[in-house]
């Protein structure tokens, strides 16, 4: 099993910045990629931001040059930078973890149970 366990969220002015973190834990053997989800009230979920083992990142267009995504390998985490905030950033946001657990050779996807960003205008 894998625990994913987000923090950071809460409520922040336009412009303003915060920053999520993402730890995973549990009986992992390695972690491919990493990623940031979002939803919206009665909006799907989309994807954010995400980072392979090896750094490599890819934005979505609406958070290009605001957000920063990067991981701390030894620690199993993934975190978003997040500037200039605007209300459209509020949402529920969702980290990913493409895992592989000790002893098994299949990737799942594993997920955190969200934390609230809330950009007022």
């Known amino acids: 099993q894998v625990q994913l366990v987000e923090s950071g969220g809460g409520l922040v002015q336009a412009g303003g910045s915060l920053r999520l973190s993402c730890a995973a834990s549990g009986s992992i053997f390695n972690i491919n990629a990493m990623g940031w989800y979002r939803q919206a009230p009665g909006r799907q979920r989309d994807v954010v931001a995400v980072i392979t083992s090896r750094g490599s990142t890819n934005y979505a267009d609406s958070v290009k040059g605001r957000f920063t995504i990067f991981r701390d390998n030894a620690k199993n985490t993934v975190y978003l930078q997040m500037s200039s905030l605007k209300p459209e950033d509020t949402a529920v946001y969702y980290c990913?973890?493409?895992?592989?657990?000790?002893?098994?050779?299949?990737?799942?996807?594993?997920w955190g149970q969200g934390t609230l960003v809330t950009v007022s205008s």
């Open positions: 990913n973890a493409r895992t592989v657990l000790a002893g098994t050779l299949d990737a799942f996807d594993a």
